[in-house]
T-cell receptor, first 114, second 112 residues
Framework: QQQVKQSPQSLIVQKGGIPIINCAYE??????FPWYQQFPGKGPALLIA?????SEKKEGRFTISFNKSAKQFSLHIMDSQPGDSATYFC?????????????FGTGTRLTIIP | KAGVTQTPRYLIKTRGQQVTLSCSPI?????VSWYQQTPGQGLQFLFE???????NKGNFPGRFSGRQFSNSRSEMNVSTLELGDSALYLC???????????FGQGTRLTVV
């Protein structure tokens, strides 16, 4: 059962473009939504996260948009660079005490071409 | 601070064998989680330990088990290995903040 659906599976964008990765969730108990970035041969690393009471969050060139009623959220990368080429995972968790479980989307392999 | 350390980095095992993977979390982190990463299934949660107790468990068969020691280091064991167990096994330690996990580089297990 895939509780967090992520699309697209892969994405190729020209340098300077704005890749957009979309995620949708089903479990209304989820209340915290982080994004992780993974480079080949490395473990995932936390990139940015959002709570559902916020519609948008920016950190540097990375922006998360959140639509609580649609149960959807997305990652935008402004002014994308070749160094942003990586696999991106959206995730969800119920941020109550005693729960560290992350439910991940299936990942998006992003390639930024010069 | 040193990051999450996983050993070994690579393992090749034969079907039917068992394997133990090790994880040293970031100093001060008491929560350690394990994930299986495969091309087909993505990142799947195995289990989480906190203060030597299993606090959460994913949907994996009983062949997958783990434990945590008093110094927060954790081990994961897979018994009676199957070809489908070939995967990257990732350990993550958490400081207790929601959604925040620091991952190691993983152990690449190949079952032949």
């Amino acid at each position: 059962q895939q509780q967090v659906k992520q699309s697209p599976q892969s994405l190729i964008v020209q340098k300077g473009g704005i890749p957009i990765i979309n995620c949708a969730y089903e479990n209304t108990a989820f209340d915290y939504f982080p994004w992780y970035q993974q480079f080949p041969g490395k473990g995932p690393a936390l990139l940015i996260a959002i709570r559902p009471d916020v519609s948008e969050k920016k950190e540097g060139r990375f922006t998360i948009s959140f639509n609580k009623s649609a149960k959807q959220f997305s990652l935008h990368i402004m002014d994308s660079q070749p160094g942003d080429s990586a696999t991106y995972f959206c995730a969800a968790t119920a941020a109550n005490f005693g729960n560290e479980k992350l439910t991940f989307g299936t990942g998006t392999r992003l390639t930024i071409i010069p | 601070k040193a990051g999450v350390t996983q050993t070994p980095r690579y393992l090749i095992k034969t079907r039917g064998q068992q394997v133990t993977l090790s994880c040293s979390p970031i100093s001060g982190h008491r929560s350690v989680s394990w994930y299986q990463q495969t091309p087909g299934q993505g990142l799947q949660f195995l289990f989480e330990y906190f203060s030597e107790t299993q606090r959460n468990k994913g949907n994996f068969p009983g062949r997958f088990s783990g434990r945590q020691f008093s110094n927060s280091r954790s081990e994961m064991n897979v018994s009676t290995l199957e070809l489908g167990d070939s995967a990257l096994y990732l350990c993550a330690s958490s400081p207790g903040l929601p959604g925040v996990a620091f991952f190691g580089q993983g152990t690449r297990l190949t079952v032949v």
